[in-house]
């Protein structure tokens, strides 16, 4: 090989490689959450169904407006959407109060909340779990 080709072809690889695209910015895993539903009322209720493809929920809850003190009761409960089955029990409360709880969901499927109250006012609302990725953010580069 000649030193004219040599240095040509030292040239080629430059050009080449400077013209490749860089490497895509890595992925960060992300918990996203979409709203599954939100009911409110006094006394029992059951909800319409609702489908989960995600690994969990997360249950908002609120009591208030008690007929006695520390009277309000507050019962949360997933349930299949083909047998009724009780899957998760998620809220468990007595008194006024509120909160948030994560569940894990079993697995895909529909399900369905019986929410069971008493002597008080309640605000229920689910969020699914969605895991996903996005760019990482890189800091910027003068």
Request: hydrophobic share 35%; charged share 25%.
């Amino acid at each position: 090989m000649t030193t004219q080709t040599g240095v040509a072809l030292a040239a080629a690889v430059l050009l080449t490689s400077a013209c490749r695209s860089s490497a895509p910015p890595p992925l960060k895993a992300i918990v996203v959450w979409k709203s599954a539903g939100s009911w409110s009322g006094r006394g029992d209720a059951q909800t319409e169904n609702f489908t989960s493809d995600g690994g969990g929920f997360r249950v908002h809850w609120e009591l208030k407006n008690e007929a006695h003190p520390d009277a309000g009761r507050l019962r949360v409960v997933f349930r299949s959407g083909d047998s009724g089955r009780e899957i998760i029990e998620a809220i468990d409360a007595r008194g006024a109060g509120g909160g948030t709880e994560e569940v894990a969901a079993e697995r895909p499927r529909w399900y369905y909340l019986t929410i069971e109250s008493a002597d008080a006012d309640w605000k229920v609302s689910v969020d699914e779990r969605v895991d996903a990725q996005s760019v990482k953010d890189e800091p910027s580069r003068p």
